[in-house]
């Protein structure tokens, strides 16, 4: 019985080591379409100096106040939403803004922490991907009107607190074995046994917490 528990739990070990590459190359790949977006905006700033320039010579105002308008509201969806000094923290976090605001998810953020953290990158990466895709994704059942995420970490003496909220149309779910069920595919199992697994290898503290409507993780780690 011994043995055939230390299979299974080699092979969960492979699974999740698996699916945390997929997702970190996952997180990688939206990190540098967001700097690939600043980049082009960057590379068009002449240009839209010299839009302006025609405007403001033949002035034209209404089509001066329409042309920054539409600038300010796609350099709002490029621009980075927090800048923290820790570059993995900035770099997730705000890739995952930005994909969470693509599909009219409103995200609130209060986010301060240090430069350098005790955590892996490679485990903090693990960590916020896996809230934000599991709250995207219960967000999406919701009209937009009511999608919202909020998201607040900060320093702990050296321990970095995480409190991560999200609204859903689920209602209170129930625990087995220390996991709320999910009728979701295994890929959402897997993100939510890596989490667990980082958080006790640093020897931290989590917890969940499912109401109606909304959904809760803290950690401290």
């Known amino acids: 019985m011994k043995l055939f528990r230390k299979i299974k739990m080699m092979f969960i070990k492979e699974d999740v080591l698996e699916y945390q590459k997929n997702l970190l190359n996952t997180h990688y790949s939206e990190v540098e379409n967001m700097y690939q977006d600043i980049r082009k905006w960057r590379h068009n700033y002449r240009n839209h100096l010299q839009v302006l320039k025609s405007y403001v010579e033949s002035g034209d105002l209404p089509a001066i106040k329409s042309y920054l308008a539409e600038l300010e509201e796609d350099l709002h969806s490029t621009s980075p939403v927090i800048r923290t000094g820790n570059k993995m923290t900035d770099a997730i976090v705000n890739s995952k803004v930005s994909l969470a605001r693509s599909h009219q998810i409103a995200v609130v953020l209060d986010v301060n922490v240090a430069s350098v953290l005790s955590i892996k990158e490679i485990d903090l990466a693990t960590i916020i991907g896996n809230l934000f895709d599991n709250a995207i994704e219960a967000s999406l059942t919701l009209p937009e ?77």
């Open 145 to 221: 009107a009511e999608r919202m995420i909020r998201l607040y970490m900060d320093m702990k003496g050296k321990k970095l607190y995480i409190s991560f909220t999200n609204l859903t149309a689920q209602k209170k779910q129930s625990k087995l074995g220390g996991i709320f069920t999910s009728s979701k595919g295994s890929g959402r199992g897997l993100g939510l046994i890596s989490v667990d697994a980082i958080v006790e290898k640093y020897n931290g503290y989590l917890s969940r917490n499912s109401e109606d409507g909304a959904f809760t993780t803290e950690i401290l780690i």
